[in-house]
């Protein structure tokens, strides 16, 4: 690297022998020297100082504090992580609590972010205290988490960016602020001098530089003041005005700025003209101006930056409108962007309507990055981070767009900068190049959505979300599902798919944000012209709603369609998405009953956004209730008997049983919370109104159809079979279960004032009964005696204590 201060550094130590014959040369003339810079923020002539102090005593522990600090301020990151470092290791963090916060910056600029968190980290532990020292706390919170994001944004590297060194533009100075116009690139350099600077050694000071190809010269002393700053042009849309800085320094290094514009007529600029008070605030600097629009009114305006009152803090960009008459309005800030840190260096790109910028305030790899923001008609959208390598862990500031979109400058003091000098690898800012791969192809499929199936023959549009009547691009093929568009980064469209009996499509794209590589796929799924189909289920006896159906619907002209079907145990409607256009067959089946169908036409599908069908359901056989079960209360009937017979009929048991839903749901539920409470109610709810009831009614229709079977004849052999749950022993559960099934015995010998009986007795109505006790119950139902809430009240445990009509066996006319 290139030593560009060697010759400063000659004049420093002249300058202090000839002090130090008159003071003596003692150490204490070289820490007052140190501490004299220091304060007049004179951080290189600080830094030169007190490494000198250290070369005399190296374990002097404020001096490798102060040069820490020196280092810091200067930009010289990696020898400032070293004075931290020793600091640090020395222990005395109580008597210099920053150096762990410093020492986590530093590692942090210079992208060793994981030893960056830890130490932030360690920091919070020792000193994170919100009350005492709310400042560095949040500041370490929120570097830490930047930190832990920046190293997974390093390790993702953005390969969209292709950055090249503009060495011809980039001297051994600070040169920023580049912006091209026409074949020539007009950037600022600090590679001039004050003659007139009463400062030791000289400052250097900023001239508007003017670069075609590997030539540079600096604009004449007409328009760069050769005693002040003279930097940071910006044109505005039609060349006619070009707006700058001149700023002087008000400290050893700090500066305050105006703004001042030049009107240019036939390439010659005219007096300069400085812009009202209303703008360059008095005793604030203004700076960084950049002509772009209002988003939401979209007249012309003149970004600025400033440190005014009234900002967000730090440094803010500001807009002021520049009026038809040529003056300007009064300055607003610009809170959608601005944060309580420093935000500078702003550039509105027209062709695209976004705002660049570089902060301190959102989270970045180290120091400054660059952000950007869309313009919307209500404001601006979301502040997006530019990503890596485009951005760095050190400042990354000034970036520009060509109209084109395929070419970016921008400045930046990262690796591979020029230095200040070899040891320091301090300063400066050089000028960077970034060549943007001009576009990513959209590949667009279409598809039917109902059918999941390739959708041919749709016209695809490609619109400008932000001219909606401009279309960039429409294709139509007749057999092709496929298509290709070239579309531009850091834009919105609009992509649109049309086809005769669809309903059209249109879904937003944007290629903001988006990651590098690979062509982005759009899927379009279009929606055929639906109805909404409605279908109700009855029992065609009672014309009574039929809860429990299962319901499909196919379209028998288009086997490719999928079958659409669903059961219900909570209503007897369905309701189905239906396209026009086509014919329907409706199936409706229930157990216990005969399956019902219903046709829909075509016909019946025009002009109509609703359509409802009725289907009533003929009860059916015996085997069409199978299995049918019966569901019983904790220990019922006849709780603690010992006997297997019982004179309770099951439909005695029912209506108690179904009384104790809500103490069921209460025990069950009482230790749960949220949703998990809601889920295990809803489910013990469908239990009891469903399963349960749906066990009595469906044991009176099995009932009736039995009559049925007998009177005409037929004999017929009933199995039923008895369960318990295992929450008693298992011998008093084989007999509580025989107990259940003799309680559905005495409904079949009672039902109908004892019709059955006479069947019974004359051997052509056969009812077996058997019981299984607790043997088939799943092992993960519970069975300890003092957990009521899971052994009784769990639905698991309800779903055991049940009766089963599992066979039934009918004979015809002596056949089986």
Same mark, same amino acid.
């Given at each position: 690297?290139?030593?560009?201060?060697?010759?400063?550094?000659?004049?420093?130590?002249?300058?202090?022998?000839?002090?130090? $014959?008159?003071?003596?040369?003692?150490?204490?003339?070289?820490?007052?020297?140190?501490?004299?810079? @220091?304060?007049?923020?004179?951080?290189?002539?600080?830094?030169?100082?007190?490494?000198?102090?250290?070369?005399?005593?190296?374990?002097?522990?404020?001096?490798?504090?102060?040069?820490?600090?020196?280092?810091?301020?200067?930009? &010289?990151?990696?020898?400032?992580?070293?004075?931290?470092?020793?600091?640090?290791?020395?222990?005395?963090?109580?008597?210099?609590?920053?150096?762990?916060?410093?020492?986590?910056?530093?590692?942090?600029?210079?992208?060793?972010?994981?030893?960056?968190?830890?130490?932030?980290?360690?920091?919070?532990?020792?000193?994170?205290?919100?009350?005492?020292?709310?400042?560095?706390?949040?500041?370490?919170?929120?570097?830490?988490?930047?930190?832990?994001?920046?190293?997974?944004?390093?390790?993702?590297?953005?390969?969209?960016?292709?950055?090249?060194?503009?060495?011809?533009? $980039?001297?051994?100075?600070?040169?920023?602020?580049?912006?091209?116009?026409?074949?020539?690139?007009?950037?600022?350099?600090?590679?001039?001098?004050?003659?007139?600077?009463?400062?030791?050694?000289?400052?250097?000071?900023?001239?508007?530089?003017?670069?075609?190809?590997?030539?540079?010269?600096?604009?004449?002393?007409?328009?760069?003041?050769?005693?002040?700053?003279? /930097?940071?042009?910006?044109?505005? /849309?039609?060349?006619?005005?070009?707006?700058?800085?001149?700023?002087?320094?008000?400290?050893?290094?700090?500066?305050?700025?105006?703004?001042?514009?030049?009107?240019?007529?036939?390439?010659?600029?005219?007096?300069?003209?400085?812009?009202?008070?209303?703008?360059?605030?008095?005793?604030? *600097? $203004?700076?960084?101006?950049?002509?772009?629009?209002?988003?939401?009114?979209?007249?012309?305006?003149?970004?600025?930056?400033?440190?005014?009152?009234?900002?967000?803090?730090?440094?803010?960009?500001?807009?002021?409108?520049?009026?038809?008459? #040529?003056?300007?309005?009064?300055?607003?800030?610009?809170?959608?962007?601005?944060?309580?840190?420093?935000? =500078?260096?702003?550039?509105?790109? +027209?062709?695209?309507?976004?705002?660049?910028?570089?902060?301190?305030?959102?989270?970045?790899?180290?120091?400054?990055?660059?952000?950007?923001?869309?313009?919307?008609?209500?404001?601006?959208?979301?502040?997006?981070?530019?990503?890596?390598?485009?951005?760095?862990?050190?400042?990354?500031?000034?970036?520009?767009?060509?109209?084109? #979109?395929?070419?970016?400058?921008?400045?930046?003091?990262?690796?591979?900068?020029?230095?200040?000098?070899?040891? +320091?690898?301090?300063?400066?800012?050089?000028?960077?190049?970034?060549?943007?791969?001009?576009?990513?192809?959209?590949?667009?499929? *279409?598809?039917?959505?109902?059918?999941?199936?390739?959708?041919?023959?749709?016209?695809?549009?490609?619109?400008?979300?932000?001219?909606?009547?401009?279309?960039? !691009?429409?294709?139509?093929?007749?057999?092709?599902?496929?298509?290709? @568009?070239?579309?531009?980064?850091?834009? !919105?469209?609009?992509?649109?798919?049309?086809?005769?009996?669809?309903?059209?499509?249109?879904?937003?794209?944007?290629?903001?944000?988006?990651?590098?590589?690979?062509?982005?796929?759009?899927?379009?799924?279009?929606?055929?012209?639906?109805?909404?189909?409605?279908?109700?289920?009855?029992?065609?006896?009672?014309?009574?709603?039929?809860?429990?159906?299962?319901?499909?619907?196919?379209?028998?002209?288009?086997?490719?369609?999928?079958?659409?079907?669903?059961?219900?145990?909570? $209503?007897?409607?369905?309701?189905?998405?239906?396209?026009?256009?086509?014919?329907?067959?409706?199936?409706?089946?229930?157990?216990?009953?005969?399956?019902?169908?219903?046709?829909?036409?075509?016909?019946?599908?025009?002009?109509?956004?609703?359509?409802?069908?009725?289907?009533?359901? !003929?009860?059916?056989?015996?085997?069409?209730?199978?299995?049918?079960?019966?569901?019983?209360?904790?220990?019922?009937?006849?709780?603690?008997?010992?006997?297997?017979?019982?004179?309770?009929?099951? *439909?005695?048991?029912?209506?108690?049983?179904?009384?104790?839903?809500?103490?069921?749901?209460?025990? @069950?539920?009482?230790?749960?919370?949220?949703?998990?409470?809601?889920? &295990?109610?809803?489910?013990?709810?469908?239990?009891?109104?469903? !399963?349960?009831?749906?066990?009595?009614?469906?044991?009176?229709?099995?009932?009736?159809?039995?009559? =049925?079977?007998?009177? &005409?004849?037929?004999?017929?052999?009933?199995?039923?079979?008895?369960?318990?749950?295992?929450?008693?022993?298992?011998?008093?559960?084989?007999?509580?279960?025989?107990?259940?099934?003799?309680?559905?015995?005495?409904?079949?010998?009672? @039902?109908?004032?004892?019709?059955?009986?006479?069947?019974?007795?004359?051997?052509?109505?056969?009812?077996?009964?058997?019981?299984?006790?607790?043997?088939?119950?799943?092992?993960?139902?519970?069975?300890?005696?003092?957990?009521?809430?899971?052994?009784?009240?769990?639905?698991? /445990?309800?779903?055991?204590?049940?009766?089963?009509?599992?066979?039934?066996?009918?004979?015809?006319?002596?056949?089986?």
């Amino acid at each position: 690297m290139k030593m560009k201060n060697s010759y400063y550094i000659f004049l420093l130590i002249v300058f202090f022998f000839q002090t130090l $014959s008159m003071e003596g040369q003692t150490l204490r003339a070289f820490l007052n020297a140190a501490e004299e810079a @220091f304060e007049k923020d004179d951080h290189f002539s600080a830094l030169f100082y007190y490494r000198e102090v250290l070369d005399f005593d190296s374990t002097n522990v404020e001096a490798l504090y102060r040069a820490a600090e020196s280092a810091r301020n200067f930009n &010289a990151f990696r020898l400032a992580k070293d004075y931290y470092r020793k600091v640090y290791n020395k222990e005395t963090d109580a008597e210099y609590p920053l150096s762990g916060f410093y020492l986590a910056k530093m590692l942090q600029r210079l992208g060793e972010y994981e030893e960056a968190a830890e130490k932030f980290g360690v920091y919070l532990s020792e000193y994170g205290d919100e009350e005492e020292n709310p400042v560095y706390t949040k500041r370490a919170e929120r570097f830490r988490e930047a930190a832990l994001w920046a190293k997974e944004v390093v390790e993702n590297p953005w390969d969209e960016y292709q950055i090249e060194h503009r060495d011809e533009w $980039s001297s051994i100075y600070t040169d920023f602020g580049a912006i091209e116009r026409g074949d020539s690139m007009f950037f600022s350099s600090m590679r001039f001098e004050n003659p007139d600077d009463d400062h030791f050694p000289p400052r250097q000071i900023t001239h508007i530089m003017v670069g075609v190809e590997d030539y540079v010269y600096p604009l004449p002393d007409s328009i760069n003041h050769p005693d002040k700053h003279t /930097a940071h042009t910006a044109f505005n /849309a039609d060349g006619s005005r070009v707006y700058y800085t001149v700023c002087e320094y008000v400290t050893i290094s700090g500066i305050r700025c105006e703004l001042f514009y030049r009107d240019i007529e036939e390439d010659k600029w005219s007096e300069e003209v400085k812009l009202p008070d209303t703008i360059n605030a008095s005793g604030y *600097t $203004s700076t960084h101006p950049n002509i772009g629009l209002c988003p939401v009114r979209g007249v012309e305006v003149l970004y600025f930056v400033s440190d005014r009152s009234g900002g967000k803090g730090g440094l803010d960009i500001w807009a002021v409108d520049i009026l038809e008459d #040529g003056e300007f309005g009064n300055p607003y800030n610009v809170e959608g962007i601005n944060t309580a840190e420093d935000d =500078v260096t702003p550039f509105y790109h +027209l062709p695209t309507n976004t705002l660049y910028f570089s902060s301190l305030g959102y989270k970045s790899l180290g120091g400054f990055d660059i952000f950007k923001a869309y313009a919307l008609e209500s404001g601006w959208g979301d502040v997006s981070h530019m990503g890596y390598p485009l951005n760095s862990s050190y400042d990354d500031l000034y970036y520009t767009l060509s109209e084109d #979109g395929k070419k970016a400058i921008f400045s930046s003091n990262r690796e591979g900068s020029n230095f200040i000098d070899d040891g +320091l690898e301090a300063c400066c800012f050089d000028i960077y190049e970034v060549n943007i791969l001009p576009f990513v192809q959209l590949i667009t499929q *279409t598809f039917d959505i109902n059918t999941g199936d390739s959708l041919r023959g749709v016209t695809v549009q490609l619109i400008d979300r932000a001219d909606p009547k401009r279309v960039v !691009e429409e294709q139509f093929i007749p057999n092709e599902v496929e298509y290709a @568009f070239p579309i531009e980064r850091d834009k !919105e469209y609009l992509v649109v798919a049309k086809k005769e009996g669809y309903i059209p499509d249109t879904t937003e794209l944007s290629t903001f944000d988006l990651p590098p590589g690979e062509d982005i796929l759009r899927q379009i799924y279009l929606f055929p012209d639906m109805v909404d189909l409605e279908v109700q289920v009855f029992d065609a006896w009672t014309e009574q709603p039929l809860i429990g159906a299962t319901v499909g619907v196919v379209n028998p002209d288009d086997p490719r369609l999928t079958r659409q079907e669903a059961t219900n145990q909570d $209503s007897h409607v369905f309701n189905f998405d239906i396209q026009k256009g086509n014919s329907y067959r409706i199936l409706a089946n229930r157990k216990g009953y005969i399956s019902g169908v219903e046709t829909i036409e075509k016909s019946d599908l025009e002009g109509v956004d609703k359509l409802i069908k009725k289907i009533y359901l !003929e009860r059916g056989g015996l085997s069409d209730y199978l299995p049918l079960v019966l569901y019983f209360d904790n220990d019922r009937p006849n709780p603690r008997s010992r006997s297997q017979e019982t004179n309770v009929r099951y *439909t005695e048991t029912f209506p108690p049983y179904i009384e104790r839903k809500p103490r069921f749901i209460e025990v @069950f539920t009482e230790p749960l919370e949220g949703e998990e409470a809601r889920m &295990a109610e809803a489910e013990l709810t469908r239990f009891f109104e469903t !399963e349960v009831r749906k066990g009595v009614e469906d044991l009176s229709n099995f009932f009736e159809l039995l009559l =049925v079977h007998l009177e &005409a004849g037929d004999t017929v052999n009933i199995d039923l079979k008895g369960y318990t749950s295992p929450r008693a022993r298992p011998e008093y559960n084989l007999i509580l279960g025989m107990r259940r099934v003799n309680s559905v015995k005495n409904d079949i010998l009672s @039902f109908e004032n004892g019709v059955f009986r006479e069947y019974i007795d004359k051997n052509q109505l056969r009812v077996e009964l058997e019981s299984f006790g607790e043997t088939t119950a799943p092992s993960d139902v519970i069975a300890d005696l003092d957990d009521e809430r899971n052994s009784i009240y769990s639905l698991g /445990a309800s779903k055991e204590r049940r009766v089963e009509i599992i066979q039934v066996r009918v004979r015809q006319d002596g056949n089986q």
